[in-house]
């Protein structure tokens, strides 16, 4: 296996740049493993493409506003923080930031930030990128993100933020707070699409993944195996793990919105966050024996790359993926390398829209 087997060439103004007015209006392509098929659909189709007794699994994650520009105090010259997490918890107003320029931000540094100049200091340098800032005077820092942070749109969204991307880049299921990018599978639904997928008698659940630079973080090594993700926040609660087990022992099959869905539900199926190599590249056929999926939360670095035997998804709707990433070698292990770079070239040709604000895959 070498990287360079999941590369692809793309057109740069197939990147879509902005989302469509209707969420669910986005095109679909489905793939079907069994038959090696490609086929072309609307999003808006996903209740005929799903059966009843499936079950989707959700990421429930929220991205923060988490993008900051401000000033150095008396030294001027312009700085941009994004802000990954909470170094303990964000009581403690302790947070480690990708920072720029970095080198011009060592400890001790006083910042201005946001429209209102709030104060921040750095504290710590735990590599040449990132920071550690505190917010002496501000009690509630995500409060303050939320009034003046910008959000963090990916880098290949060449454009400023807007207002709108404050509802746009947010699934309209999120509800806890910690992303510094979407999840963006789930960008395509809406309510009217679950009382469709409802009345269909397809369940849905979510868990909590939250979205770190990691997952987003290039595969530079020509083997991909010495690749290692950063970690990132997860949680399986006891009712998503019970949805799982009660959608398998009904025949039904798992559907993952998203690769951080597969992340998050691998790990607590498999355990300890890292991947169990094996020598199939499908998920277990619906209703068959699979590893349990027990409530769990934590740290995961889970990188999915073929060949893998998936544990506990048997479906994934996904979006179209940067080349070289290992969200692209995560799709790969789940429908077949070969399968993928069908579907792949199928979707160039196709003049599908790619990444963040882009059309998704159905596979099956």
Request: with cysteine; hydrophobic share 45%; aromatic share 6%.
């Given at each position: ?295 769990a939360e934590g740290w995961t ?56 604000y882009g059309d998704a895959m159905?596979?099956?």
């Open positions: 296996m070498r990287l360079s087997d999941f590369d692809y060439d793309l057109p740069q103004e197939l990147i879509a740049q902005t989302p469509l007015p209707d969420r669910s209006a986005s095109r679909l392509l489905v793939v079907d493993r069994a038959a090696a098929a490609v086929r072309h659909a609307r999003f808006a189709d996903l209740p005929e493409l799903l059966a009843p007794r499936d079950l989707l699994v959700m990421n429930d994650t929220r991205v923060v506003p988490s993008r900051l520009f401000g000033v150095r105090e008396g030294r001027g010259g312009r700085v941009e923080l994004l802000l990954l997490r909470p170094v303990e918890d964000a009581a403690a107003g302790r947070f480690l930031a990708l920072a720029r320029p970095a080198r011009r931000l060592e400890p001790g540094t006083r910042l201005a930030l946001g429209a209102s100049r709030t104060p921040a200091v750095v504290v710590e340098a735990p590599d040449a990128a990132r920071r550690v800032v505190t917010f002496p005077g501000t009690p509630d820092v995500l409060a303050f993100l939320r009034e003046e942070g910008h959000m963090p749109l990916p880098p290949y969204i060449r454009r400023e933020d807007t207002p709108a991307d404050r509802e746009r880049y947010q699934t309209v299921f999120a509800a806890r707070d910690g992303a510094v990018a979407a999840p963006t599978a789930g960008l395509h639904f809406t309510p009217a699409l679950f009382g469709a997928l409802a009345d269909r008698g397809v369940a849905r659940t979510a868990i909590t993944l939250h979205v770190g630079l990691g997952t987003f973080a290039p595969v530079t090594a020509e083997d991909p195996r010495d690749h290692r993700m950063h970690a990132e926040h997860y949680r399986v609660g006891p009712g998503a793990a019970e949805a799982v087990r009660t959608a398998r022992a009904a025949g039904g099959r798992v559907v993952a919105v998203g690769t951080t869905v597969v992340r998050c539900l691998e790990t607590a199926a498999g355990g300890g966050g890292e991947p169990r190599r094996g020598n199939a590249d499908r998920a277990a056929a619906p209703g068959a024996a699979a590893d349990p999926v027990a409530p670095r889970a990188f999915l790359y073929p060949p893998y035997r998936f544990r506990a998804v048997d479906a994934l709707v996904t979006n179209f993926h940067l080349p070289r990433s290992s969200l692209l070698l995560l799709v790969s292990a789940f429908a077949g390398t070969d399968l993928v770079r069908k579907a792949y070239r199928e979707a160039v040709d196709a003049r599908y829209r790619f990444f963040s159905l596979i099956l």
